[in-house]
């Protein structure tokens, strides 16, 4: 299989030692995922892979630390878990690691922040964000209590997926299970089958059920300045997209629950799925 192109590796790696260098930290960074320099790859082949945040402008290197890693590993046929911890280097140079399988097939590579760290925004830049992000618990407890007005704070983790191709053929249903992540993007057909769907049906589960009103956005990472196609989730939490025909391509979305006396106002998980498609 042929990699991504050796500019879009340099870019990547440019702008995250650009942040690492200068400390960067963007509050409006809402997106986050898992970027291997190649989604498709050939059995035993290691490829590098870096932890992206934010989109356009705000795109970088995460900063994300490693205690705040509670799980990182890869899916395989028949529920097969292999753990890829050992496997991270944190922000390093080049990479934050580096992905590898000796056996053929799908793989869904699966990383989970724990919920330790915490945005507090002006009442003006939060409401925004909420409106932005469609997060719809969060613009109903504020205006049912009065509070649009008031600066709020949230807690919040990442939970991101990458679909990784490694060899010919496999279960293509490996990527159409649930991992077990609080918030999670299921997509209902493999975007890796052949031949390739037409259309790319997802379904949002938050906390193991369907979550209906949440946006989805789907973003090209090659022109990420806006998402190119966005829909929020019916009744079942389902949602249904353009299939890409090549490229790398991101899929996020975010959701909240307000919290009481906990020391902030809302507990909010970012979530994503990541694909990609040979050159």
């Known amino acids: ?31 986050f995922w898992i970027q291997p320099e190649r989604f498709w790859l050939p059995v035993g082949t290691p490829t590098p892979m870096t932890l992206q945040v934010g989109t356009g402008t705000e795109r970088q290197r995460s900063q994300l630390p490693p205690r705040r890693v509670l799980r990182f590993d890869a899916t395989a046929r028949a529920g097969e878990i292999q753990d890829l911890r050992p496997a991270l280097t944190l922000g390093a140079p080049d990479a934050d690691g580096a992905l590898s399988f000796a056996r053929p097939g799908p793989y869904v590579v699966t990383l989970r922040s724990d919920a330790a760290a915490q945005s507090h925004l002006s009442a003006a830049r939060f409401n925004a964000y909420a409106e932005e992000e469609g997060l719809t618990p969060a613009l109903e407890t504020r205006a049912a209590r009065g509070l649009q007005a008031i600066d709020a704070s949230e807690r919040y983790s990442r939970q991101t997926k990458a679909l990784v191709q490694v060899g010919e053929g496999g279960d293509p249903a490996v990527v159409t299970r649930p991992v077990g992540l609080d918030l999670e993007i299921v997509p209902e057909v493999s975007p890796y089958a052949s031949p390739r769907p037409a259309a790319l049906p997802v379904r949002v589960l938050y906390e193991g059920r369907p979550l209906a009103g949440a946006l989805v956005k789907l973003t090209d990472l090659g022109h990420d300045a806006a998402p190119l196609e966005q829909h929020r989730t019916d009744g079942e939490g389902r949602a249904g997209f353009a299939m890409p025909r090549g490229g790398a391509w991101m899929m996020d979305v975010v959701w909240t629950r307000p919290l009481a006396d906990e020391g902030v106002d809302f507990e909010t998980v970012f979530s994503s799925l990541s694909f990609g498609f040979p050159d």
């Open 1 to 31: 299989m042929a990699p991504f192109t050796s500019s879009l590796r340099r870019a990547l790696l440019a702008a995250g030692a650009l942040a690492l260098a200068c400390g960067v930290q963007t509050a409006a960074a809402h997106e």
